[in-house]
Each structure stands twice: as structure tokens, then as C-alpha cells.
């Protein structure tokens, strides 16, 4: 059975050889995690909204070209 370390560099290696070193890095980037308690901040901002009030700020939300969000990696 393998190690967790052995496995995190296998899947290195793996997407290095596939993707180059390079743009396994930019795929790394993507998936990297953010900061904070995102459960705690998100209860402490809800507590303070309606479900009016979320579903009227959604509602003011530029309904512009959505595939803007896509992102292309080359």
C-alpha cells in the first residue's frame, strides 16, 4: 500500500508529464484553497439577510454573458 506522500508524488509526476511543468502549475493554482471559515462567515452575513433581500439582489444581477465565468486555459 502506498503512502500518502507517495501517491501526492506520483499525481505530480503524472501531470507533469502529461501537462508540462508549466501548466501544471496553472492547474495547481486553480484548485488552490482560499482563506478563512467560509461556514462561519457565511452564517454570519446570511443571519443578517432575508431570503427577500438574497433573492432581490439576485434578481439586480446583470443578466450579461454568463460564459464570461468560463475559464479558458491554453
Given at each position: 500500500?502506498?503512502?500518502?506522500?507517495?501517491?501526492?508524488?506520483?499525481?505530480?509526476?503524472?501531470?507533469?508529464?502529461?501537462?508540462?511543468?508549466?501548466?501544471?502549475?496553472?492547474?495547481?493554482?486553480?484548485?488552490?484553497?482560499?482563506?478563512g471559515?467560509?461556514?462561519?462567515?457565511?452564517?454570519h452575513?446570511l443571519?443578517?439577510?432575508?431570503?427577500?433581500?438574497?433573492?432581490?439582489?439576485?434578481?439586480?444581477?446583470?443578466?450579461?454573458?454568463?460564459?464570461?465565468?468560463?475559464?479558458?486555459?491554453?
Amino acid at each position: 500500500m502506498k503512502t500518502q506522500h507517495e501517491i501526492i508524488q506520483e499525481g505530480y509526476e503524472a501531470l507533469i508529464n502529461a501537462l508540462g511543468l508549466a501548466d501544471t502549475l496553472r492547474f495547481i493554482q486553480y484548485f488552490q484553497s482560499g482563506q478563512g471559515d467560509y461556514t462561519k462567515e457565511r452564517h454570519h452575513w446570511l443571519e443578517k439577510k432575508s431570503v427577500g433581500d438574497i433573492f432581490q439582489e439576485i434578481e439586480q444581477l446583470p443578466r450579461d454573458d454568463l460564459s464570461k465565468y468560463d475559464e479558458v486555459i491554453e
